[in-house]
């Protein structure tokens, strides 16, 4: 192919440009790359947990998963239902709780359904559970939700967000 301006001033300074300019491009597209990789080592990636249908568990295992969600950052948005020990997920500092979820509420209880605990380790379990959530929630279940022994006390996410959780 016959190009009409090689061995000019001209075509030496258009083809100079073009190379500089691929050269620039990959340069740029390089630096790009790497800002991204310094930005993001160490950064844990945010998990996102739904909470659509949990009837909740043992606590000392529900500890655990905060625990662990906590370290990790995790959000966490219950929209669904969300009963017992998983309440205490409510605590967490990137929980969310959305308007049309149900939550179920009742105090500690043995492994046994409808087997009181004795009343020194009602009282510290209730407040195992109460310390993870917001004050008015909190007052709420230490006055009334947590001498549920036998069923749930249910209420709305828009309840449960008016009594201070953080909606989604």
């Known amino acids: 192919m016959f190009n009409l301006m090689e061995g000019t001033r001209l075509g030496a300074t258009v083809t100079a440009f073009a190379k500089a300019k691929v050269a620039t491009n990959r340069f740029a597209k390089g630096l790009c790359t790497l800002a991204l990789v310094f930005l993001t080592i160490g950064q844990p990636l945010s998990a996102r947990t739904v909470i659509d249908n949990d009837p909740g568990g043992p606590i000392e295992q529900r500890l655990q998963q905060i625990k662990r969600l906590r370290s990790e950052g995790a959000k966490v948005e219950i929209r669904g239902f969300c009963a017992s ?72 996410g828009r309840d449960a967000i008016k009594m201070g959780a953080r909606p989604c």
């Open 85 to 156: 020990s998983c309440t205490m997920l409510i605590g967490l500092p990137n929980a969310c709780v959305r308007p049309g979820s149900r939550l179920g509420f009742h105090g500690p209880s043995s492994a046994i359904y409808g087997l009181g605990l004795p009343p020194d380790e009602f009282d510290y379990w209730s407040r195992i559970m109460a310390n993870h959530y917001p004050n008015r929630m909190r007052s709420w279940f230490m006055s009334s939700a947590r001498n549920e022994l036998l069923g749930l006390h249910t209420i709305s």
